[in-house]
């Protein structure tokens, strides 16, 4: 979990254009991403207005605010994993376009728009895999991820279910993809973001103290792969390979009203396999 304040999240606009000038880019400027910041530094100049007209501005538009925050603290955590790794320019180039696209709110994402989020969960979790000290790299149509331990190496297909009645679909689909021939040798592994499963579309999440944010998440997630146990069986049949749940949030806290933080957090399951020394090293992936 990664507390911030409004300044240093403003320095991550420059840091962001950079990195696409870096592999041959530019982030237009009316561009999802420029537009977080924009409203972020809005908010900046308002801090210097009376606590009546900042509170008022805060009120009319606080999804907007609360979002903001959101995706600049995940655009952090993604730019500061894309800067210090050299990737393929090919690989990069098409992700940094999707991600700069879509809808500013996620209740204004639709079937046709939904590649900019798709994406941003594939950085994203890239992010938290290198974070975690588990070196990871992009694949080059599939896997989207390819992650590797002392042990073993992970083949990971990203998918971000739109609602619950989806999540079965995605999965069969990232089975067949990770069963391509062309595939490189590794554990089948399949990452479920249920943001749109599990969230309410504007949703903050609000707790106590961030050890409270981590352990619900944590709840919220085991609840999901316990009441949904029986049909992924029945989905993954004989197939061996692993699950990952994940979540990435805004948390607040009722101690304090600032500095937020952006928490994300990720719990695996395990089929179809003998051997249980994979248990021991997917212990390393799990966590906020």
Request: with cysteine.
């Amino acid at each position: 979990m990664k507390r911030f304040k409004f300044s240093d999240l403003l320095t991550y606009e420059k840091r962001t254009e950079d990195l696409f000038i870096k592999y041959g880019l530019k982030l237009h400027t009316n561009s999802r991403i420029k537009q977080y910041f924009q409203f972020l530094k809005e908010i900046e100049l308002m801090r210097s207005a009376n606590k009546e007209e900042f509170g008022k501005f805060i009120e009319k538009n606080q999804v907007k605010y609360y979002f903001s925050q959101h995706y600049v603290g995940e655009i952090q955590n993604i730019i500061e994993s894309l800067e210090s790794i050299e990737i393929d320019s090919n690989l990069i180039k098409e992700k940094l376009l999707k991600w700069s696209k879509g809808t500013y709110l996620l209740s204004e994402e639709n079937i046709d728009d939904t590649s900019a989020r798709n994406t941003t969960f594939e950085l994203d979790l890239f992010s938290f895999l290198n974070n975690l000290g588990i070196k990871t790299r992009f694949g080059e149509i599939n896997p989207d991820l390819i992650s590797s331990t002392s042990e073993y190496t992970y083949n990971i297909e990203c998918k971000r279910p739109a609602s619950l009645k989806s999540v079965e679909r995605n999965l069969k689909k990232a089975l067949k993809q990770l069963r391509k021939p062309s595939n490189p040798t590794g554990i089948s592994t399949i990452a479920l973001s249920l943001d749109k499963v599990l969230l309410d579309d504007d949703l903050i999440f609000h707790s106590k103290n961030e050890k409270q944010a981590l352990e619900s998440l944590e709840k919220i997630l085991k609840r999901f792969m316990d009441l949904n146990q029986n049909s992924i069986r029945k989905i993954v049949g004989n197939d061996s390979c692993v699950i990952f749940y994940y979540l990435s949030i805004l948390a607040g806290f009722d101690d304090e009203s600032l500095p937020m933080a952006n928490a994300r957090y990720m719990i695996g399951n395990v089929y179809n396999f003998n051997n249980n020394e994979i248990l021991t090293d997917l212990s390393q992936f799990s966590g906020g």
